[in-house]
């Protein structure tokens, strides 16, 4: 409840304030906790008649470029890093996550990681409570279109309680992916226990809702799948064109907007077939620098949204215009 205001006590205030400097009170002294948060965390924009957002899931923790990447030449990648004033020793990624409204239907591409594990940093699992934020109910969601079944990217199908976090949706991924990376087989490992055990929690409750995703197969009118295997077995993007604008979401593709733009041929310890995930980005990567196609990032710097350039020999990330 605040104080009554009266001439009284603004005149006992004015006294206090007057006597301040004799007391030692000194603004700077103020020791209000740091708040440690941002503003609600999404961006929005337009693919034609579409309406596009970005909603964050937290930032990722991850290891050191170095080690992700280990048959780069160490002095050229850190000095990559360097040149583009980003740490050397550390690598901290974010994870931009894609919602798109057709009109019709309500897509949304992969779902973080969600409330059930830490494992990649203490403020993962945002993105329910950021789709909120966002004005985005998560029962409003058609369908939930998966790039591919890594942790970062399935873990919130279900919430900690084994909850289907978005209840109405269907499940578009590729048969291949959700095969892989359910066999119970998998479990013996004991190193990937954990990976593959609460992966199995997130996608068999939703095996009989799910989508074959396929090439060039239609999600929902104005979406469809792109194969580009390599990150996974399965590895799709999405294509989601309306009113002669199109954007492509990639996935994983490129984990890193400097690195492995320079270098597509660097291979990634993430991706599951190493040689097929440097071919799938040589691939893309001419064709994007080509055609200058936007597409959605979802490791690349917020929110991940711009276009593939050439300058030169070098291909280059241009970061969309926030606001047009
Ligand atoms: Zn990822």
């Known amino acids: 409840m605040l104080p009554t205001i009266t001439r009284r006590n603004l005149h006992l205030a004015g006294a206090a304030m007057a006597a301040a400097p004799l007391l030692g009170w000194r603004a700077a002294d103020a020791a209000a906790p740091f708040l440690n948060n941002q503003a609600p965390p999404f961006h929005r924009f337009r693919v034609g008649g579409f309406e596009a957002t970005i909603v964050t899931d937290g930032p990722l923790v991850l290891p050191a470029l170095t080690d992700v990447l280990p048959d780069a030449p160490r002095a050229t990648l850190t000095g990559l890093l360097a040149a583009n004033r980003m740490p050397t020793d550390r690598w901290t990624g974010p994870q931009n996550v894609l919602i798109v409204n057709t009109g019709r239907h309500v897509v949304l591409f992969d779902t973080g990681m969600g409330d059930r594990s830490k494992v990649l940093g203490d403020n993962v699992g945002q993105l329910v409570p950021n789709m909120r934020a966002a004005g985005i109910d998560p029962a409003s969601v058609d369908v939930v279109a998966i790039t591919h079944a890594h942790i970062d990217h399935c873990w919130a199908l279900v919430d900690r309680n084994d909850r289907l976090n978005f209840p109405n949706a269907r499940v578009a991924i590729a048969q291949s992916d959700f095969d892989f990376w359910t066999q119970e087989s998998l479990l013996a490992n004991r190193a990937a226990f954990d990976f593959v055990q609460f992966t199995r929690t997130n996608l068999l409750p939703v095996r009989d809702r799910l989508i074959a995703v396929r090439d060039g197969a239609e999600i929902v009118p104005g979406i469809t799948a792109m194969p580009t ?96």
Request: charged share 20%.
């Open 229 to 324: 295997a390599g990150h996974t077995v399965g590895h799709h993007s999405f294509v989601i064109e309306s009113e002669g604008r199109r954007l492509i979401n990639l996935g994983d593709v490129f984990h890193h907007h400097v690195l492995l733009l320079r270098h597509p041929e660097w291979h990634n310890i993430f991706d599951s077939d190493r040689a097929a995930g440097a071919a799938t980005r040589r691939r893309m990567l001419d064709t994007l620098a080509r055609d200058g196609t936007q597409v959605a990032s979802y490791h690349f710097p917020w929110p991940g949204i711009g276009t593939i350039a050439r300058d030169g020999d070098r291909a280059v990330w241009l970061p969309s215009p926030l606001f047009e």
